[in-house]
DNA sequence: GGAATTGTTGGGATCGTTCCCAGTCGTACC
DNA sequence: GGTACGACTGGGAACGATCCCAACAATTCC
């Protein structure tokens, strides 16, 4: 029996603790059969003892795989980043990838060089697979990283047929659950603030207004559009006003829209809700601070990062793997604006 | 002449290509001396020709070196996230890590657990330093990875004796800033709602504000303390106005808190700025959405962190570089709480 | 003119894994 | 009792870089 050395930091030394060959320490560590029990009892006890981790990137060398995969933000300005929704995704890609011995690696492609760059960078094999994080469904990036056959999945239905998996929050009901609400607390005349119609989300969030109301029997009220960002939503309020068509509730696209659509309201004098009350979309921070704090559809981010990031892993294990989407079902938060 | 294959994949193709061996190449990649102008440029160009990149993996197995580093979030509930901060502080890293190759790689410790792994991870080499990032200047993180002797700088300075470099921000300056604003406008009775008194800022911001108020040869007015976070602002908010003392200007430690002071101000039926004017500080998303948005004091995040990563760079190239630390000054953002 | 020096070059060992292939041992079968 | 087969094991060749060392050529010096 050798003395076992403090820690070992290569298979060899393992092998010598365990009392067998370093192919046999090798088959253990990869989980491949043909090791007898009592050989692989032995090799299990040698690395526990010596606290040994191989060598990422020996291994790396020969299995042509890096054990790491991006995370892809791609996003002008990083505005994603001021959003929970990011810090969710990160929060339970983390959580799948981390017992996994698996480098989550940040990569931002904010402006066309740097997308440039990322793009040859990936195509060198620096990592394994992508987590595409963006809210812009045209974005041209899963695209060419579809092309170029590297693993890669989206956290949002892409626009378009494209052959990549995905997860994503069902809009239809999200915008469901919000007029359920809204008639629930009574209101019968109810308006909306629409995303950009060029996008899944933006449409999908349209449809669930106008079926979720004929559910209900009730007539639609005025719609106008933005584009979800910041801004846009006070246009859109101004225009919903301008059409003097009464209403006393109100479903919003975004929470960044319904923000705008809040002070608009406050500026002409209108209680919320008293005069109208208003559901956002998305739970985001905003919404907690929002004046009176917004009552909102969330959606099951970590969860739905969890899915996401398992979906990659087997995409990697195995290329062919069948093209995969989940969606998820969104959860109404009532706060105050209700 | 060799025919240059389409791409070249290892360093023996690009040296058949350029006609010269292996070493050369290997010379000319690691820009070591001793190579002749010809060869040089002959190399240059065939890796310029066959768009060659060199294996990450065998390079690090020789070198023992990872090239990448870990930027490590010590946040409960990554909080850090939604903070334009991490935003720019990301951005900065990767500008300087992009060119030269290298990963960022991120890593959350959110509770002990992950804690735990996130250490013995970072203890088995798998990244080369670390960027740590955290608000929480009482964080045992760092301390111990210094003593593990692992490369690694901070965001802000460390509280206590503790031989790491750090950058910050120059936090009584910027207080004074924000007193210097309000006196531009005209106060002349200024309050402040303090930070923590157990963390730098906190400490800081403080004194900068009795710094300048002593400056312009004002009395001071009512002091409250608060702990950065949301919530504790509005405790703070109505003490002050608790005291009874008359105030016009009003200095806060933090956006969060601010945000706050706005809402119990507005409770209490005074005008932000007619009655009181707020200045906050770190410029937050919150900053800009809160109503009336808010003036702030805002640090140069971007170039705080490019200098944060150069020096973790320059302390990986030579880990018995010399502590340094970078104080940077912070600028004052006019907006409609003023 | 020979030795020493300098500048440049190439060959080969090495890093720590995986994986292929050959070998050993015990058991079952004819 | 010999052969075949199965389960298991170990040795050694990759993988693609770095880097040490020896070889070589051209120059300089005595």
Known sequence: MVR?????????EVAAVAGVSKSTVSRVLNDTPGVSPTARERVR??????????NRAARSLVTR???????????????????????????GATEVVRPLGIHLVLMLAEDQRARDQLLAYLRHGHVDGVLFVSTHAADPLPRILVAERLPAVLSARPVGRLSISYVDVDSVAGA???VDHLVERGR?????IAGPQDMAAGQDR???WEEALAAHGLVPGPIAYGDFD????????????????????LFVASDLMALDALAVL????????????????????????????????????EEMAKALTLTLLDRIGDPDAPITSRVFPPKLIARAST
């Open 266 to 301: 406050r500026e002409h004098g209108l209680r919320v809700p008293g005069d109208v009350a208003v559901v956002g979309f998305d739970d985001s921070v905003a919404a907690t601070q929002a004046r009176p704090p917004l009552t909102t559809v969330r959606q099951p981010v």
């Open 206 to 208: 349209l449809r669930g």
């Open 176 to 178: 469901g659950l919000a």
């Open 65 to 91: 795989a890096t054990g790491s995969i991006g995370l892809v933000v791609s996003e002008p300005h990083a505005r994603m980043f001021s959003d929970p929704f990011f810090a969710s995704m990160v929060r």
């Open 45 to 54: 006890s040698a690395i526990e003892r010596t606290g040994y981790q191989p």
């Open 4 to 12: 076992p050395p403090a820690t070992a930091r290569t298979i060899k």
């Open 230 to 249: 910041r801004g846009s939503g006070a246009r859109a309020m101004e225009e919903l006003l301008a059409t003097g068509e009464a209403f006393d509730g």
């Open 188 to 192: 019968r005349r109810i308006a909306t």
